[in-house]
């Protein structure tokens, strides 16, 4: 089975910093990555998918490249509410593989 | 507005079975469009997917748990249901339900999900 390894675990930046979160795949998976962000307490949400397609609603900020193995996902101007943990995971066949995740701070 | 509602027991003993049902309302189970499916989370740790299955029964399941789980469809009652056999204390979580929109090449996005319950597995 594919393995999803997000780097690092965790991060903090300040207000304004540009973020970049990696996500690797342990095969090729061409673009079938999607990114969630999970905010403490809540729901995971749907960022982005097919690697770069920022799902509706989802600030401009945030994109996603990526192809085959290695994927990342960029928050261009930190902003206090993108406190959050990140998770990639694959989709293009089952099992879903998540990553580990990625804790943004402050 | 598609809303997913788990239920269940909060609390389960080691070794006996957990059993969760997710009910679907504001849309139908038996559309060709969704796999529909569960994920956990255990406390402080990440997410884990569990399995999906559709609405003519199709399952797929994570190889860790394939052994212990059972998915199944009621589709008079626009519902879904998990369950996990032999429980630990490691099968402690907040367990989601979830929808999976269906796409080309037969890829499954997960594109909305319940609230969530937690589980404990204690005696």
């Known amino acids: 089975d594919i393995q999803m390894t997000q780097s690092p675990s965790s991060l903090s930046a300040s207000v304004g910093d540009r973020v970049t979160i990696t996500c690797r795949a342990s095969q090729a998976i061409s673009n079938y990555l999607a990114w969630y962000q999970q905010k403490p307490g809540k729901v995971p949400k749907l960022l982005i998918y097919a690697a770069s397609t920022l799902q509706s609603g989802v600030p401009s900020r945030f994109s996603g490249s990526g192809s085959g193995t290695d994927f990342t996902l960029t928050i261009s101007s930190l902003q206090p509410e993108d406190v959050a943990t990140y998770y990639c995971q694959k989709y293009n066949s089952a099992p879903l593989t998540f990553g580990g995740g990625t804790k943004v701070e402050i | 507005q598609l809303q997913l509602q788990e239920s269940g027991p909060g609390l389960v003993k080691p070794s006996e079975t957990l059993s969760l049902t997710c009910t679907v309302s504001g849309g139908s189970i038996s559309s060709s469009s969704y796999y529909w499916g569960w994920i956990r989370q255990p406390p402080g740790k990440g997410l884990e997917w569990i399995g999906m299955i559709y609405y003519s029964g199709t399952t797929y399941y994570t190889p860790s748990l394939k052994s212990r789980v059972t998915i199944s469809v009621d589709t008079s009652k626009n519902q879904f249901s998990l369950k996990l056999s032999s429980v630990t204390a490691a099968d402690t979580a907040v367990y989601y339900c979830?929808?999976?929109?269906?796409?080309?090449?037969?890829?499954?996005?997960?594109?909305?999900w319940g609230q969530g319950t937690l589980v404990t597995v204690s005696s």
């Open positions: 979830a929808r999976l929109l269906l796409g080309r090449g037969a890829t499954t996005l997960i594109d909305y």
